[in-house]
C-alpha cells in the first residue's frame, strides 16, 4: 500500500505569515490538511528587518497549523523573495567521449555545471537551476538525453540567485524557532505550480504575483522557465501612497482602496466617498483611483519592461495569470492588459481537497504551491541531505515542457 508524505509550506510575506500543511497520497492527490497564519511584523519588501518579531509571528502560525491539522511540524519549505533576487538564462556545451558516445547521468551534470558557470555577484548563491531545453549534436528540445547517442550535448538553463546572506538570515529566523528548513524556494516558482497548467506554460504564460511588499514574477515559454525576478513594489505602497496624499491613518487608507477604490481609470463613477473615522472628510472617487492607478502602473511598468525588451511578450499565448493578496484588488487586471496589450486570466484553483476557500483565495498560491513543489521534488529524486543540493533536480519539474 502507497505511504502518505506531510509536507509545510511557510511563506513569511510582507503582510501576513502563512504555513500550509499537506499530506500527498499514495495516487499523487493532496489533502491541506489546516493552515496557520499571522499579520507579518518585522517583514519589509518581503525580507526579514526584525527577527525576534517575525519568530513571534512564526510562532503563533507555526501553533495554528498545528492545532488545526493535528500534525506535529519539524520541516517546512521555506519560500524566499527579495529585489536581490535575479535571474538570467545561459548555455552549457560540451563533447560527449569518443569511446563512450552515450550520454550519462554525469555528462547532464557537467553541462549544467558548465551553465551555471556565469558571473555573479560574489556575495550571491544560487536557489535554482531550471532546465528549459537540451540538445544533442543539434537536434533542438531533446527531453531527455539520457542514454542517447551523440557527441555535442547542450542545454539551455534559467538561473536563480540572490544574497546569500539575505537568505541565510531567512533559514536562520526559521531555525531558531526551532523549525528545520527542507528547501528554499522562489515564491513565484512555488505559486506556478498551483496557479499554471502544463497547458498554460507550453502555450506561453506570464504569472505576476503581487503581495503587499513584493510583486514577483516569472515567465513560461515552450514550457520552459525563461524570466522571473521582483520587484520592491506592492500594494501596501499604494494605501501608503493613499494615506499620504488623504493626509490619513494608513489603516483608514487600507479601508478606502479594499471598499471603494479601483486602479483603473475606466468607468468611473463619479461622486464623494465618506472617510471612515474621519468626520466630515471625504474623497473624490476620480482622486481615489488616480492615486491608486499611479502606482499600479508604476509596478506592472517595471515588471513588463525587460519582458518587452526580450521579446517574450509576444509569445504569451496563453496570457498574464494574477495571483497574490493585493491582485485582489479592484481594477489591477484592466491596467495589466492596458500595459501588456495581453488578456489576464483568472487564476484557476488547484485540484486538491480540503478548505475550498483555500485554493479560491490567491493569497495562498505560494504556500500551497510549496506543498505541490515538494510533492514534485520527491517524485524526482531520492531524498538528500537539507540544504545540500538547493535546486538540484528542479529541472525536471519544470523542463521542456513535460
Request: charge should be negative.
Given at each position: 500500500m502507497a505511504v502518505s508524505n506531510i509536507y509545510v509550506g511557510l511563506e513569511i510575506g510582507t503582510s501576513k505569515v502563512c504555513?500550509?500543511?499537506?499530506?500527498?497520497?499514495?495516487?499523487?492527490?493532496?489533502?491541506?490538511?489546516?493552515?496557520?497564519?499571522?499579520?507579518a511584523a518585522g517583514v519589509r519588501k518581503g525580507e526579514i528587518v526584525d527577527p525576534e518579531t517575525v519568530q513571534t509571528c512564526l510562532h503563533d502560525a507555526l501553533a495554528r497549523a498545528e492545532e488545526r491539522s493535528d500534525v506535529e511540524v519539524n520541516t517546512v519549505f521555506l519560500a524566499v523573495t527579495g529585489s536581490h533576487i535575479q535571474s538570467l538564462n545561459n548555455r552549457g556545451t560540451i563533447?560527449?567521449?569518443?569511446?563512450?558516445?552515450?550520454?550519462?547521468?554525469?555528462?547532464?551534470?557537467?553541462?549544467k555545471k558548465i551553465a551555471r558557470d556565469v558571473p555573479v555577484p560574489k556575495e550571491n548563491g544560487y536557489i535554482h537551476s531550471i532546465i528549459q531545453h537540451y540538445y544533442v549534436d543539434g537536434q533542438e528540445k531533446v527531453l531527455n538525453p539520457l542514454g542517447m547517442l551523440g557527441q555535442k550535448l547542450e542545454a539551455d538553463y534559467h538561473i536563480i540567485h540572490g544574497v546569500k546572506t539575505r537568505i541565510q538570515n531567512s533559514i536562520k529566523c526559521v531555525r531558531e524557532v526551532p523549525l528545520e528548513v527542507e528547501d528554499i524556494v522562489f515564491s513565484p516558482v512555488a505559486a506556478a505550480q498551483v496557479v499554471l497548467n502544463r497547458e498554460a506554460k507550453n502555450e506561453g504564460a506570464l504569472l505576476i504575483d503581487v503581495g503587499g511588499g513584493t510583486t514577483d514574477y516569472i515567465c513560461f515559454v515552450d514550457g520552459a522557465v525563461v524570466a522571473s525576478g521582483c520587484v520592491p513594489i506592492g500594494g501596501d505602497h499604494i494605501t501608503n501612497d493613499i494615506a499620504l496624499v488623504l493626509k490619513i491613518p494608513l489603516a483608514r487608507a487600507e479601508k478606502l482602496k479594499v471598499n471603494h477604490g479601483s486602479a483603473s481609470l475606466k468607468n468611473i463613477e463619479h461622486g464623494e466617498i465618506a472617510i471612515e473615522g474621519e468626520s466630515g472628510k471625504t474623497v473624490e472617487q476620480e482622486l481615489l483611483n488616480q492615486i491608486m492607478n499611479a502606482r499600479a502602473t508604476e509596478l506592472l511598468s517595471v515588471v513588463a519592461e525587460p519582458l518587452q525588451k526580450q521579446g517574450l511578450l509576444e509569445k504569451l499565448g496563453k496570457g498574464i495569470f494574477l495571483t497574490g493578496g493585493s491582485s485582489l484588488m479592484t481594477g489591477i487586471g484592466d491596467v495589466a492588459e492596458d500595459i501588456f496589450g495581453i488578456p489576464v486570466q483568472k487564476a484557476g484553483s488547484a485540484a486538491m481537497s480540503g478548505p475550498s476557500a483555500l485554493f479560491e483565495n490567491p493569497q495562498y498560491a505560494t504556500p500551497v504551491g510549496l506543498i505541490r513543489y515538494a510533492q514534485l521534488l520527491d517524485e524526482q529524486r531520492p531524498k538528500k541531505g537539507t540544504l545540500s543540493k538547493l535546486g538540484k533536480s528542479f529541472e525536471r519539474i519544470f523542463g521542456g515542457g513535460r
Amino acid at each position: 500500500m502507497a505511504v502518505s508524505n506531510i509536507y509545510v509550506g511557510l511563506e513569511i510575506g510582507t503582510s501576513k505569515v502563512c504555513m500550509v500543511v499537506g499530506e500527498v497520497r499514495g495516487d499523487g492527490a493532496i489533502k491541506i490538511l489546516g493552515v496557520g497564519q499571522h499579520p507579518a511584523a518585522g517583514v519589509r519588501k518581503g525580507e526579514i528587518v526584525d527577527p525576534e518579531t517575525v519568530q513571534t509571528c512564526l510562532h503563533d502560525a507555526l501553533a495554528r497549523a498545528e492545532e488545526r491539522s493535528d500534525v506535529e511540524v519539524n520541516t517546512v519549505f521555506l519560500a524566499v523573495t527579495g529585489s536581490h533576487i535575479q535571474s538570467l538564462n545561459n548555455r552549457g556545451t560540451i563533447r560527449v567521449a569518443d569511446e563512450q558516445m552515450e550520454i550519462n547521468g554525469e555528462d547532464l551534470e557537467e553541462v549544467k555545471k558548465i551553465a551555471r558557470d556565469v558571473p555573479v555577484p560574489k556575495e550571491n548563491g544560487y536557489i535554482h537551476s531550471i532546465i528549459q531545453h537540451y540538445y544533442v549534436d543539434g537536434q533542438e528540445k531533446v527531453l531527455n538525453p539520457l542514454g542517447m547517442l551523440g557527441q555535442k550535448l547542450e542545454a539551455d538553463y534559467h538561473i536563480i540567485h540572490g544574497v546569500k546572506t539575505r537568505i541565510q538570515n531567512s533559514i536562520k529566523c526559521v531555525r531558531e524557532v526551532p523549525l528545520e528548513v527542507e528547501d528554499i524556494v522562489f515564491s513565484p516558482v512555488a505559486a506556478a505550480q498551483v496557479v499554471l497548467n502544463r497547458e498554460a506554460k507550453n502555450e506561453g504564460a506570464l504569472l505576476i504575483d503581487v503581495g503587499g511588499g513584493t510583486t514577483d514574477y516569472i515567465c513560461f515559454v515552450d514550457g520552459a522557465v525563461v524570466a522571473s525576478g521582483c520587484v520592491p513594489i506592492g500594494g501596501d505602497h499604494i494605501t501608503n501612497d493613499i494615506a499620504l496624499v488623504l493626509k490619513i491613518p494608513l489603516a483608514r487608507a487600507e479601508k478606502l482602496k479594499v471598499n471603494h477604490g479601483s486602479a483603473s481609470l475606466k468607468n468611473i463613477e463619479h461622486g464623494e466617498i465618506a472617510i471612515e473615522g474621519e468626520s466630515g472628510k471625504t474623497v473624490e472617487q476620480e482622486l481615489l483611483n488616480q492615486i491608486m492607478n499611479a502606482r499600479a502602473t508604476e509596478l506592472l511598468s517595471v515588471v513588463a519592461e525587460p519582458l518587452q525588451k526580450q521579446g517574450l511578450l509576444e509569445k504569451l499565448g496563453k496570457g498574464i495569470f494574477l495571483t497574490g493578496g493585493s491582485s485582489l484588488m479592484t481594477g489591477i487586471g484592466d491596467v495589466a492588459e492596458d500595459i501588456f496589450g495581453i488578456p489576464v486570466q483568472k487564476a484557476g484553483s488547484a485540484a486538491m481537497s480540503g478548505p475550498s476557500a483555500l485554493f479560491e483565495n490567491p493569497q495562498y498560491a505560494t504556500p500551497v504551491g510549496l506543498i505541490r513543489y515538494a510533492q514534485l521534488l520527491d517524485e524526482q529524486r531520492p531524498k538528500k541531505g537539507t540544504l545540500s543540493k538547493l535546486g538540484k533536480s528542479f529541472e525536471r519539474i519544470f523542463g521542456g515542457g513535460r
